[in-house]
């Protein structure tokens, strides 16, 4: 499926807390306490309770540091649709973690338990 869907539920990840963050070479898993995972494959940024960019899914490209475990332990306070291009999870400590359907070839996001593939 290309683009995030207008209709995409993503309540069952609210409350849920940040337990795991997995880095790949081409992918980042976050994995969440009770339920659910996001696999990004796309391109994603981080932003600080400022809105201001704090890390980026180029800095694994760059080898620069990412800043993603300021939100491990985090709980989703909410998320937010920007279809059809992205998704935001916006976490407890107010930073918010935006990915991006950003292949049209590819799958970008993975949202599990639900088999969601974007």
Same mark, same amino acid.
């Given at each position: ?32 306490? !009770? $339920?659910?995972?996001?696999? *990004?494959? #796309?391109?994603? @940024? ?6 201001? %960019?704090? &890390? ?8 620069? !540091? $990412?800043?993603?475990?300021? *939100?491990? #332990?985090?709980? @989703? ?6 279809? %059809?291009? &992205? ?32």
């Amino acid at each position: 499926m290309y683009g995030v869907s207008p209709d995409l539920d993503l309540s069952f990840l609210h409350g849920a807390q940040l337990i795991q963050i997995c880095l790949g070479q081409h992918q980042v898993q976050l994995h969440f306490h !009770p $339920i659910g995972s996001v696999s *990004v494959e #796309g391109k994603w @940024i981080l932003y600080d309770a400022d809105r201001c %960019p704090i &890390s980026e899914s180029s800095d694994l490209a760059n080898w620069r !540091p $990412i800043q993603l475990h300021r *939100v491990l #332990g985090q709980h @989703i306070q909410n998320t937010r649709l920007s279809p %059809p291009d &992205s998704l935001t999870l916006s976490f407890d400590n107010g930073e918010e973690l935006q990915v991006f359907d950003s292949c049209r070839d590819h799958e970008s996001i993975q949202i599990e338990p639900c088999g969601i593939v974007i």
